[in-house]
Every structure is written in structure tokens, then in C-alpha cells.
């Protein structure tokens, strides 16, 4: 399993390291001139702490973004997935929520909507778990949600030599639910509320 971000604090209302980004948060907010910044594992936060903090930073992570100013619905990604007919030719992708950028977009012959709603969380959750980071997942599916937390698809697609493709895709995911202890937080997108999910396709 990826090794999980950590988060240097370097000046700040107890500088140290941290494991998230709350932890991080707690410290930093309401600190002026707060210097902090996340690490992908615990070595690069640990040297980060030991050296002169401005020197590493410039070096170091991409990711300059004020943790204060990311409420959890933008310190999030976005999967969604859209069908042309059920069954038929479905495509998906994940959207980084602050960014807007497509971190991940593909199109399948011959699948169903519940399908690769399902497949794309738990993409999403192997995605998040391989770079160590620990945003939150957003899906506006709550059966996706729902057979993901119980790690079974539960489609009615009858399997068949020309589809079983899918089937191997389905097992492979419902395989790495059952062989990884994930902490990502799974989030419904009510899209009464707060519009379309910014991964949707607009094919309503």
C-alpha cells in the first residue's frame, strides 16, 4: 500500500510533522504567516523539517496550495461516468474538484452506467491510494456508493465470451476492495445542492 502523505509545519502554532492535512489545518489556522507544506511520505516531510524549509520547499512537491483555503468539497476528486445506451458505449473520468483538471478520462465499448459508476469509485480509490494522497472522493451515484462499501458490484449484465472483458475488470476491483484498507472519505454529490458533478459529461 502507498505510504500516506505527511505534512511539515515548520512555523505554526506547534511546529512538527503531521499525518494529515486536519492535523496540519489545526495548527497552521489562525498562525500568522504560517509555513507549512505536504510531502508524499514521511521521509521527504522528515528532511524538510531538518533543512532550511524555504530552500526545500522550492525543490520539492508541486503542490503549493493553502490547506486554509480548501474546504473538503475542493480538496476532493470527481468520477462519473456516462453511457450512450444501457448497454453501450460508456466513457469516465476523474476531475480534480479545485483545479478542474481531467486527471483521468477513457471510453469502453459495451458497459452499463451502474457498472462504471461502481468501477470508477474504486479506481478513484486505488488512484488516491497509489500517489498517498488523502483527499476526499466525490461520486454523485449513492447505489455506486452503496456496492462499493459492501465490495460487490452486483450487476445484472449477463456474462457472456464477448463481454467478459468487463467481469475481469469487475473481479479485479472487487478484489482490491477486499485487499486494501482504504481511508479515503466517499462522498455523495447531491446535485440538487451544488449542481452538476463537476466529472459530469452534460448528457442529461
Same mark, same amino acid.
Given at each position: 500500500m502507498a505510504e500516506k502523505k505527511r505534512y511539515t509545519v515548520r512555523e505554526g502554532k506547534k511546529p512538527g510533522i503531521y499525518n494529515n492535512r486536519w492535523a496540519c489545518k489545526s495548527v497552521v489556522d489562525g498562525f500568522p504567516g504560517a509555513k507549512y507544506k505536504s510531502f508524499l511520505s514521511l *521521509?521527504? #516531510?522528515e528532511e524538510a523539517f531538518? =533543512?532550511?524549509y524555504s530552500d526545500y520547499y522550492q525543490v520539492k512537491t =508541486? +503542490?503549493?496550495r493553502d490547506l486554509k483555503s480548501l474546504p473538503i468539497q475542493h480538496y476532493s476528486i470527481a468520477v462519473d461516468a456516462a453511457c450512450s445506451g444501457n448497454p453501450g458505449v460508456l +466513457? @469516465?473520468?476523474w476531475v480534480d474538484i479545485a483545479s478542474g483538471e481531467v486527471l483521468f478520462k477513457q471510453q469502453f465499448p459495451m458497459w452499463t452506467n451502474n457498472i462504471w +459508476?461502481?468501477? #470508477? /469509485?474504486?479506481?478513484?480509490? #486505488? @488512484?488516491? *491510494? =497509489? /500517489?498517498g494522497s488523502d483527499k476526499a472522493l466525490y461520486s454523485d451515484s449513492k447505489h455506486a456508493i452503496s456496492r462499493v462499501e459492501q465490495k460487490k458490484c452486483k450487476t445484472k449484465l449477463p456474462e457472456t465470451p464477448e463481454i467478459a472483458d468487463i467481469f475481469h475488470h469487475i473481479q479485479r476491483a472487487e478484489d482490491w476492495l477486499h485487499t486494501h484498507r482504504y481511508t479515503t472519505q466517499i462522498l455523495k454529490r447531491h446535485t440538487k445542492d451544488r449542481w452538476e458533478i463537476p466529472a459530469d459529461f452534460g448528457r442529461k
Open positions: *521521509d521527504e #516531510a531538518r =533543512k532550511n =508541486k +503542490e503549493p +466513457e @469516465y473520468q +459508476e461502481f468501477l #470508477a /469509485i474504486v479506481h478513484g480509490l #486505488a @488512484y488516491l *491510494d =497509489k /500517489i
